[in-house]
């Protein structure tokens, strides 16, 4: 298409026949350079700068990972396993496994059926709509720091918000805190807050791609509204909710801010009863430790895991979308 | 085939008959939701919006005040503007990270932008070997967890000399495989063939094209993509907080310092986090629907 040519209508591209009606001046010697360099020039940026922050720090993530290797002191002997023998037999690594995991559980699936909810009463043909759609958006614009602080007061265990209202109907103080299972609650909750919203419009543009004539002929067929939802919306919107569940799911496994924010000395509770695997990273490579060979032992495992969890993602998207599903429509719909 | 619409029915039967029709019309059609629906997306929104009240509700009270009373008032009280002047005051460095991510959230913004632009133009619109295999390249690059190369970005970082400079911050965000693939989706619909030809015609270089003619197309995915980015460099935590420290903060960073100094006056911290979260309130009254729109456009292309 782009390549020099006097005639417009002579189509994208000029055969690159041998015969060339005209002379073949530096002009556009250069002309045919620009065409042939610029698209790779332009994408060169991101390749450029993903090698050099995304890829390279991965690959190098293996290599740290084999040797002793400190953070001020630099790379010291090769050690083979060792740092993994290391981080394999230590508690906090398996507390910080089991943490991220049961947070991100809880963040996760509750997350999902609220969003579905909300993203159900949305699809309505509501009044003033852009106003509803902004108002589940307004966390977003909270930083999670931010979020965590203020969660971190209404989960406190003394004198917190939570607490206080369960006082009220009569329910002991919960250990927010202080125990694991509810830290995790509470974590789980910063990330609903979050989060919760933005998901919701992302199925809500799903749940509009959905041909309206599929309800119809459900009315038709005296189907109830409830039917509806789970025959018709949830088959239709599938997808969307896989891609949902896949990018939290790579989002969720790395989680930091919240549980480093959820008290003020971030060692994730005097029992790392909320202690996350990125904190575990942390803490071995920057914290006490400084051992950058640990770290990235950690960060290999934990790089390991979120592959295996994506694939097993891809797997089940691939089964389901073979399955039944029938192609998302990808025109939005107007109302 | 589907019924025929309520004004139709209105000219053929009668006012009643559209009536009728109107009220028995199926789910998502002409049809107003009950007072259910309003409740509960009320709810939603209360719940969306009280934490941040209640934010504010501490940062306008004491800390004595706060110890004996999780519910200080249900009303703001008036030292929010006091707390709000210990924050700045305070040794933490508050106006430097408020410049700070202004400096970094504005330079990731523009240059995502730009480069993603120019990116989603060359896949989008020319033609070149390795088009649709590089294409996948970057769709697959969104799914990779960079954030666990930490380390050894750290020692590149280090080696640079860039470790508690800004720089540190900036560079790697400055284009962003979901900007690229944004642009690429924009662009492929948005720009036509056309007027790429006509310019090229012209005799204007490839440059010179994408400056004046796949830029302004790109306009109003290029504003949503930037304040996607904008938030997210606002927002960031992690790095920033591992590269940066204690002595050139991003506002996130502040907040950590300043819960660790301060963490005895709750009220002065709900200060800290109602001043950090006031700009991007800001931003949101301004361009809260191009935020909805880009999240709801970028699903259904996903």
Redesign the interface.
Same mark, same amino acid.
């Given at each position: 298409?782009? %390549? !020099? #040519? %006097?005639q417009?209508r002579a189509g994208?591209?000029l055969p690159d026949s041998p015969r060339p009606p005209r002379r073949v001046g530096f002009s556009q010697t250069l002309?045919r350079w620009?065409?042939?360099v !610029?698209?790779?020039l332009?994408?060169s940026?991101?390749?450029l700068? @993903?090698a050099?922050?995304?890829?390279?720090?991965?690959a *190098?993530?293996a290599?740290?990972s084999v040797y002793d290797w400190h953070l001020l002191g630099g790379q010291g002997e090769f050690v083979g396993f060792e740092n993994f023998a290391f981080v394999f037999q230590e508690p906090n690594f398996w507390k910080g496994l089991r943490n991220t995991f049961s947070i991100f559980l809880l963040s996760t699936i509750p997350q999902l059926m609220v969003a579905v909810v909300?993203a159900a009463?949305?699809?309505?043909?509501?009044?003033a709509r #852009?106003f509803?759609?902004?108002?589940?958006?307004?966390? *977003?614009?909270?930083?999670?720091?931010?979020?965590a602080?203020?969660?971190g007061?209404?989960f406190?265990d003394q !004198?917190?918000?939570v607490n206080?209202v369960l006082g009220f109907a009569g329910v002991e103080p919960i250990k927010w805190h202080g125990s694991v299972l509810p830290s995790h609650a509470a974590i789980a909750s910063m990330v609903n @807050?979050r989060w919760?919203? *933005?998901n919701t419009?992302?199925?809500?543009?799903?749940m $509009?791609?959905v041909p309206?004539?599929l309800?119809?002929a459900?009315?038709?067929d005296g189907a109830s509204?409830l039917r &509806?939802f789970f025959s018709i919306t949830i088959p239709q919107i599938r997808p969307?909710i896989i891609?949902v569940v896949?990018t939290s799911t790579?989002g969720g496994? $790395?989680i930091?801010?919240e549980p480093?924010?959820f008290d &003020?000395t971030?060692q994730g509770g005097p029992g790392r009863q909320w202690m996350t695997v %990125?904190m575990y990273? *942390?803490e071995l490579?920057?914290g006490n430790q400084k051992s950058?060979g640990r770290?990235?032992a950690v960060?290999?495992v934990? @790089?390991l895991i979120?592959l295996a969890v994506?694939m097993l993602n891809f797997w089940l998207t691939r089964r389901i979308a073979s399955e039944s599903t029938p192609k &998302?429509a990808?025109k939005?719909v107007k109302r | 085939m589907?019924?025929p619409s309520v004004p139709y029915i209105r000219q053929t039967a009668g006012a009643s008959a559209a009536r009728f029709a109107k009220r028995t019309r199926?789910?998502? =059609?002409?049809?107003?939701?009950g007072w259910v629906?309003?409740l509960?997306?009320t709810v939603?929104?209360i719940? =969306?919006?009280l934490?941040?009240y209640?934010?504010f509700l501490?940062a306008s009270s004491d800390a004595s005040t706060?110890?004996q009373?999780?519910?200080p008032s249900l009303i703001p009280q008036g030292n929010f503007l006091e707390n709000a002047g210990k924050v700045l005051a305070a040794d933490i460095n508050f106006w430097k990270a408020l410049t700070n991510s202004l400096i970094v959230a504005i330079t990731t913004s523009v240059s995502v932008v730009l480069?993603?632009t120019?990116?989603g133009?060359?896949?989008a619109?020319?033609?070149?070997r390795g088009?649709n295999g590089?294409l996948l390249f970057?769709i697959a690059?969104t799914?990779?967890?960079?954030?666990?190369?930490?380390?050894?970005?750290?020692?590149?970082m280090s080696e640079l000399g860039w470790i508690g400079k800004l720089v540190a911050v900036i560079?790697?965000g400055?284009?962003?495989?979901f900007g690229?693939f944004w642009m690429t989706q924009y662009l492929e619909s948005a720009l036509p063939?056309e007027l790429?030809?006509?310019a090229?015609?012209d005799?204007a270089?490839?440059?010179r094209?994408?400056w004046s003619i796949a830029l302004p197309a790109a306009r109003p995915a290029a504003v949503m993509l930037g304040l996607f980015a904008f938030?997210g460099s606002?927002?960031n935590?992690?790095w920033p907080f591992?590269v940066l420290g204690s002595t050139n903060p991003t506002?996130?960073v502040a907040?950590?310092l300043l819960?660790?100094s301060y963490?005895k006056d709750?009220s002065l911290?709900?200060a800290g986090?109602v001043l950090?979260?006031i700009p991007?309130?800001v931003?949101?009254v301004v361009a809260?629907?191009q935020?909805?729109a880009g999240?709801?456009?970028?699903?259904?292309k996903?």
């Open positions: 298409m782009a %390549t !020099s #040519t %006097t417009p994208r591209r002309g620009d065409v042939k !610029s698209p790779y332009y994408i940026p991101f390749f700068l @993903f050099l922050t995304g890829l390279f720090p991965l *190098y993530t290599y740290v909300v009463l949305l699809d309505a043909n509501l009044r #852009t509803w759609r902004m108002g589940v958006l307004v966390p *977003y614009v909270v930083a999670p720091v931010a979020v602080l203020i969660f007061k209404l406190a !004198s917190g918000l206080t @807050f919760t919203g *933005y419009l992302i199925l809500l543009a799903a $509009q791609a309206r004539d309800y119809e459900a009315v038709i509204r &509806q969307t891609f896949i790579i496994l $790395q930091f801010d480093r924010m &003020q971030g %990125t990273i *942390y490579g920057f950058f770290a990235a960060a290999w934990l @790089f979120i994506g &998302q990808r939005k | 589907s019924a199926g789910y998502g =059609s002409e049809r107003r939701p629906t309003y509960l997306l939603a929104i719940g =969306s919006i934490p941040l209640y934010a501490l706060i110890a009373n999780p519910i480069f993603s120019l990116a133009f060359a896949f619109k020319l033609r070149f088009r590089l970057v690059t799914a990779v967890p960079t954030q666990l190369g930490i380390v050894p970005l750290f020692i590149v560079v790697p400055l284009v962003t495989a690229v063939y790429i030809e006509a090229r015609v005799g270089s490839m440059i094209t994408f938030v606002w927002t935590f992690f591992i506002l996130p907040l950590q819960q660790a963490f709750m911290i709900m986090v950090s979260t991007l309130l931003l949101f809260g629907r935020l909805v999240i709801m456009a970028g699903a259904v996903g």
